[in-house]
């Protein structure tokens, strides 16, 4: 597998920022849900917030090499046999998750500076809090966050489910140039 896309698949780089971010994505919200609903005498009530900080500020560095490494490297063209609806619908979804992780990561850090606190990457060091102390902060930006949390893992979901589509449907080469695998030919598609 080449590490740089190329006009028919996407290189490693970009399929391990794809896969790592995906898991990220579905740990977060689940730890999220979770700490949010743990009590003050829970012995999770500290860590917890913790990890979910630490693991969000992994999830926008990554974030931020991946928009860097997608306008740096070439995106493979969609294959000729999707429709044009398949096309711009995948389109959407693609920028509809670029922004809704981009305001996911906002909102939390602007939850987790809402008292004038940093926030600690694993105790290696500490984001400082550059905007703190608005009114209604922590509210604001936790209603953001979560709602934008569910709205994104639905996005996925669609997205997941149009790429099985193309699997195990249609039988293209859509979700095997994201895992690496070797692109099926016109023949061995039965086309």
Known sequence: MQWRNS?????WITGSLHWLMAL???GLTALGLWMTSLTYYSPYYTSAPFWHKSLGLVFAALLLLRLIWRAATPFPEHLTTHQRWERQLATAAQWLMYAAMLLIVVSGY????AKGRGVSLFGWFEVPALVSNLPGQAQRAGALHYWLALGLLGVAGIHALGALKHHVLDKDNTLRRMLGMRLLNATEKGK
């Open 7 to 11: 006009n028919d698949r996407f290189g």
């Open 24 to 26: 990220l994505v579905i």
């Open 110 to 113: 602007l939850i987790s500076t």
